[in-house]
């Protein structure tokens, strides 16, 4: 077992077999020591790690929802005070959060120790990294990844899954805050510096109806005057919804939301259950619910659907990368 070096000091012992003098330490960094203990002449690690999740996650509440073991708030800020103390300068401002100039240079230095702890140590317990965090949305959780989990598995058994559901806009900002390894999502525009990514498959747009409607063709809807029935649809900064108004802008016609959902999957519960018209794509191989049609949108610029993530890639992220491009191309088939 590794032990830092300000745990190897010399008896006499304390309380639980500690040295009197690691004991201190170690209720200190649990917040129940009132001061730091005035034998520490060096640096405390474990400032610097409440620093850097306070750092990475935009402020101390946010910091303490992911630190990855219990502390409380009043502890986090304590003991960062006393990080400040010991340096001699302000990190960052508290209201709005902001990192100073001399946080900034800490966090840049702390951020590649911290940030790879998880990787590395997967890869001395196994010789190779074996977990991994996707965010996807509903439709590429449930029906695509599956299979590449299998597939995947067979080179790493002991591979542990992480999966959280989302649209564009939030994968991209989990994936920013190094929440997730991997996001499969809609990709419009030159990736933020650090974020890489990987066209996967052109996704066409499509208005979905009910079945009894009497609407055959977008057309239709084209040529009123205005369009009565209600536009179902994601949030408008996501591509899908910036693709299909730039196509309504150059048909001449004005048609916004009225229904506003976070998933694909809402937009055809609500088209069904008789709410409006919704907005979505023709995803290969999807089977639409039984009392939805399709109705293709000719002439609107298709999504694309992509691969984003940080950094250099793992083994275990370049087989999933790999896999899903194979699966991409056998759907594009």
């Not at 977008?218 to 369009?227: C, H, S, V």
Request: charge should be neutral; hydrophobic fraction near 45%; glycine fraction near 6%.
């Amino acid at each position: 077992m590794f032990i830092h070096p300000w745990l190897k000091l010399p008896p006499p012992l304390g309380p639980f077999g500690l040295s009197t003098e690691v004991f201190p330490e170690l209720l200190f960094r649990q917040g129940l020591w009132e001061n730091a203990p005035t034998a520490a002449a060096k640096m405390n690690i474990h400032h610097l790690e409440l620093f850097y999740y306070v750092a990475r996650h935009g402020g101390i509440t946010e910091a303490v929802r992911n630190i990855p073991y219990g502390i409380q708030q009043p502890a986090v800020s304590g003991q960062v005070a006393q990080l400040e103390e010991f340096l001699g300068v302000t990190l960052f401002q508290r209201r709005p959060f902001a990192l100073t100039p001399a946080g900034e240079k800490l966090y840049h230095f702390v951020h590649p120790f911290f940030s790879n702890l998880e990787t590395m140590a997967a890869e001395l317990q196994s010789g190779k990294a074996r977990q991994i965090r996707i965010g996807a949305s509903t439709l590429v959780l449930r029906d695509h990844l599956p299979a590449l989990f299998r597939s995947v598995r067979q080179k790493f058994p002991n591979l542990k899954v992480t999966l959280r559901e989302g649209y564009q806009a939030e994968l991209e900002a989990m994936l920013q805050k190094e929440e997730l390894d991997l996001a499969v999502t809609v990709i419009e525009k030159k990736s933020a510096p650090g974020i890489h990514s990987v066209a996967l498959i052109e996704v066409p747009l499509a208005l979905l109806v009910e079945k009894s409607s009497p609407i055959t063709s977008a057309d239709q809807l084209w040529q009123r005057d205005k369009i009565d029935e209600p536009l179902i649809c994601l949030p408008a900064v996501e591509a899908i919804c910036k693709h299909f108004q730039q196509g309504l802008l150059r048909a001449g016609v004005d048609w916004f939301s009225s229904i506003e959902v976070s998933s694909l999957d809402l937009i055809e519960t609500y088209v069904a259950n008789g709410f409006g018209i919704g907005l979505s794509v023709l995803a290969p191989k999807a089977a639409l619910s039984l009392n939805i049609r399709a109705l293709p949108l000719p002439g609107f610029a298709p999504v694309v659907v992509g691969a984003l993530w940080r950094g250099r890639p793992s083994a275990l992220l370049q087989a999933f990368l790999a896999g899903m491009q194979v699966h991409a191309k056998r759907l594009d088939e």
